[in-house]
């Protein structure tokens, strides 16, 4: 590496010199030296170069050094005597609008370069960026008026704010129960006027041929007509949790066509609107199949085959088993299978769930 000797050192003075460098352009051979005017501002300790070149006005403020200085390395050709010079740096621009009512006069005067002296291209992505340009107060005052209008109902917060209790997937239910037979009330599932509408509706049809595999193995025997009516209501609601969103959402959608009394009761009670139209939030699915666990418990002597249901629906046996847990039933095994029991004491939920869905 070469070594430089340093015979001179020219620190800064009340006089020293400027390097300047021209924001929008590069000076050529035609260049020719232009006086140029230095502001100091006294309270703020910053300098300003100022000068008139080619009929337009360029400045700009003397950088600050708070990161380092800058020096001019000068050779002399006859003797070789090498000078070391602190100087200072300014960045200037040409000022195309005089009149400073602009909070950002940097980006107007790229603005109007671009419009002047800038390409094609550019010119056209000035534009773009000044038509995409809003009035700040016009949408405060926009979003002011739209807040105002929304209320609760029409953003239907109601079923997340039930849905935080496990009470909201089940029917009603005595946890102080005495016996399994008291836990869960068949008469307060529906009402008796409803029980016998229902059956009436249900009566001469042939409601099991429809029904599936794992339901219809439950209902197949001499049930009571309040029984029977749990039976056509689970499986409604086994279907109903594996139905697909899109089709709910269509008007002609029906659950239960062999009754339209029940068809309309789950509708009402399983669904969710939004928008005028039938939507099915996650709390709503789990709960169809904790109601329809709860009801074929209770015909088929508080006990179901935990394989038949994961089969019927296709689910995992640790899914399966939440949404069983829930209900307060519990898994046990017996002679080799697993299967879902209502006994006392009750299985505790003890579920602490990070959203509406288990």
Do not use: W
Request: glycine share 4%; proline share 4%.
């Amino acid at each position: 590496m070469t070594q430089i000797h340093i015979d001179e050192d020219y620190p800064k003075g009340a006089l020293y010199p400027m390097l300047v460098d021209f924001q929008n352009g590069y000076t050529t051979d035609n260049f020719t030296s232009q006086q140029a005017v230095v502001f100091e501002n006294t309270k703020s300790d910053t300098k300003t170069v100022a000068a008139e070149i080619d009929g337009l006005l360029y400045a700009g403020e003397e950088e600050k050094e708070a990161l380092g200085k800058t020096f001019i390395l000068a050779r002399h050709k006859t003797t070789g005597k090498v000078r070391i010079i602190e100087s200072g740096v300014v960045s200037i621009q040409p000022i195309l609008n005089m009149k400073f009512s602009t909070s950002k006069p940097l980006e107007t005067g790229k603005l109007e370069l671009s419009r002047k002296f800038g390409s094609k291209k550019q010119k056209q992505r000035m534009e773009q960026r000044e038509k995409l340009k809003v009035n700040v107060e016009t949408v405060n005052e926009q979003m002011q008026n739209v807040a105002e209008e929304i209320s609760e109902d029409k953003l239907d917060l109601s079923s997340y704010n039930k849905a935080n209790s496990d009470d909201f997937y089940i029917p009603p239910i005595d946890r102080t129960a005495e016996t399994a037979e008291g836990v869960y009330d068949i008469d307060k599932i529906l009402t008796e006027e409803q029980y016998e509408k229902i059956y009436s509706e249900l009566e001469g049809k042939d409601y099991t041929s429809d029904m599936v595999p794992f339901v219809k193995s439950i209902a197949n025997r001499n049930l009571s007509p309040k029984h029977t009516v749990l039976a056509v209501y689970a499986n409604a609601l086994l279907k109903l949790y594996s139905t697909m969103v899109k089709e709910i959402t269509k008007k002609t959608f029906t659950i239960c066509p062999l009754s339209p009394t029940l068809n309309e009761y789950i509708l009402n009670n399983f669904l969710s609107v939004s928008n005028s139209k039938r939507t099915r939030p996650a709390p709503y699915k789990d709960k169809s199949l904790c109601h329809a666990i709860v009801f074929l418990l209770l015909i088929n002597n508080y006990k179901i085959e935990m394989d038949g249901l994961c089969e019927a629906l296709k689910l995992m046996p640790n899914t399966a088993a939440m949404k069983v847990r829930v209900t307060g039933a519990s898994v046990i095994t017996s002679d080799k299978k697993k299967i879902v029991s209502l006994k006392l004491p009750l299985n505790k939920s003890g579920l602490r769930r990070r959203s509406a869905k288990f």
